[in-house]
């Protein structure tokens, strides 16, 4: 029987097109983050199990990892997101390196998930991370750096909208102001993470479950509903504005105002999935209602570097998906027009791939991509593989152009034909 | 007990200064590839098993690839190579893709293997592949695209010899010539791959276990090694020059020779490990008695496209890892010393950073990359920083040279400094 063509299900093969508006995304991606002083690393796909159990979060660990034993009988994962293995990196140079130490990488990443818009198996997602900054310089940048790159791709500030939350905030919300106990926090914790995938009276009625008979006489749903309904800090309740949380993510929303950025705002329904953050916490959405979801996120976690026996390294950073960002180009029409790398392609009359040889040597050594037609196909069938690859320029070699040292250059686009000599061919190709 | 800080057994963590070597590695491939027109493609880490078990070879299948099931009962591998899935993703649009096909990848790549010297467990590995090709055009346009690559890292043509063979040269010798039934040939076809690894006693002896006791008297084992030890075309039997397998190797050997390409020579020796090879074979070794070790290696295999239920395609291909890439560079002394991307480090003297920040927007907006030092430390420790990161020129922005206008441009290299007023300031710094 034959093999299946398919590849595995939920990830994706890139043909050289798909390939092209990868390298396109990657490229500003890498560019940004460089013109912010961050240096690129890398890290092997499997990691070992330990790693994310203690604080990436239970359904991610535990239903969907692509974790297995090894030949050793070592409990290997491919690793689902890279804050983990970066931690790891820091903590193993934690005394040599010097700080701020700035750091992105751009890996790939599988989670087991039924696969759907956005969401698939597979996916590259850029990854920034800051560490060494207690002070909330480091949010700002990192805002002023997503910024960038958004601003990179051609994006208007009214196509994204910047949400700020703070988890110390939240704790003082849930804890101190409806006095919840920790078991109810997490439950309703997770339940605030939910809430886009869940209808309003559902998240009400499994709020109301977590909650004691008394707590809910007492109104704390309805509380809980005013604070996650809350557009602004100015929202929330007086006290809750006077905590040194608020008082942060205050200050950071005034200073990304006066750096230009005027499309974040606090949002009380911010959660974010993982449970190692510890302070603040962001996440940009696209504005466009055909493709309302969260593009990006990331936030403060300042405790784990320090989960791998060294002193904690105050740090924020944020992960971004390349199909989120696929996406988004594709629905505000960003996606650009993107050219093939070869500049001309050189069509054989007969049987001169020898004689050829040379030519195509030199057009290389001029700095032009050559791809060379197949001798003894007819020109024809060579015209129409160089047009289905995308490449404009042909150059057409016989045994006649090779008798009188005069060679055709043809525009595939625009029909234009002209007569070259070899030793002009570099320049007339560039020009036609 | 706190977290181990090293990365998974035979894999490596890339620093940002071994990103930076791999970075250098890569574009090199890259820039070479698409000078001969060849186009990027990618594919997921994970293949479905069975695309493997056709051709790849036993032991690398059933002792070396990090296979298991998933979630969902599907036997998965991460992919020991990338010509099983070049080869499927070729087969899902062979009707639609134009020939002659040019294609490579970056691909990493999982065998597990006990790590020594230029084996890891995890590695990266360029692969150029052309399909649609019948003659032997493919495999010398493949073979100068390899000297090509060689060249552009600065190596000289006597650090590295091609060698070459032909699957089916090898088989005539095998079977007509030395008359070896098929169980005999597939046992001897695998002792001469694994020739290196074993002395000549051995391997004699591991022969002649192989074949009948009356192929034994009639010096069947000495004939193969006279073989064995060819180390030009002229030195085989001259029935075997006369094979058509013999004839093509002769031409291909004679138009690299041609081509300028003289390291080039036969080696009957040569088998590759991979079953799915159907003609002329070669591989590069280093001819550096340090590290001499094969480099890379390739061929044709004209059947395996087929295996996906379309007609099959012919293929000349090989695959260079990164790490052989790294040995031969380091051996022959051919990396270069490489420059962090960062241009130029922002040293802030007091609080400064808010009135900064419009400043380092600039320097950004006119193309250099720039990172910022932390507020609040010490001067003398944002130098070292920045020296260690390996950034040369630092600006300095403190409140007397906010109130002046006039700021101090260093370069930590050579000591000198500049007071340069802020407009002047991009100009300054690229010059610096």
Partial sequence: MALSTQPYKGARDFYPE???????????????????????????????????????????????????????????????????????????????????????????????????????????????????????????????????????????????????????????????????????????SKLIDRMPKMSRSVFISKVDESLTAKQREAGVTEKLLALLDAKKLQDLPAEAQKQPSAQELKTVLDQLKAAGIKTARFDGTLMRGFDYYTGVVFEVFDTNPENNRSLLGGGRYDGLVGLFGVAPVPTVGFGWGDVTLANFLETHRLLPALQPETDVYVALIGDVSHQATPIVADLRQGGLNVAVGAAGKKIGDQLKNADKKGIERVLIIGETELKNGMFTVKNLKTGQETKVAAAKLAKAIKEA
């Fill in 18 to 188: 798909d390939k092209r508006l990868q390298k396109y995304m990657f490229a500003k991606w890498r560019q940004v983050a460089e013109r912010f002083g961050y240096e690129e690393y890398d890290a092997p796909i499997l990691e070992p199990l330990d790693i994310y159990l203690a604080k990436t979060g239970d359904e991610i660990v535990n239903e969907q990892t692509y974790a297995f034993e090894d030949r050793g009988g070592r409990k290997v994962v491919i690793r689902p997101e890279m804050t983990p293995t970066v931690s790891r990196m820091v903590a193993a140079r934690r005394q040599e390196l010097g700080y701020p130490l700035r750091w992105y990488s751009i890996p790939n990443l599988w989670r087991y998930e039924r696969p759907q818009r956005g969401r698939l198996r597979e996916h590259w997602q850029l990854n920034v991370d800051i560490f060494g900054v207690k002070d909330t310089s480091a949010e700002l940048e990192m805002i002023i750096l997503v910024d960038a790159i958004f601003r990179s791709f051609g994006a208007k500030s009214d196509m994204y909208e910047i949400r700020l939350n703070d988890r110390v905030l939240v704790d003082y919300l849930l804890a101190d102001y409806l006095g919840l106990n920790e078991k109810s926090r997490q439950t309703v």
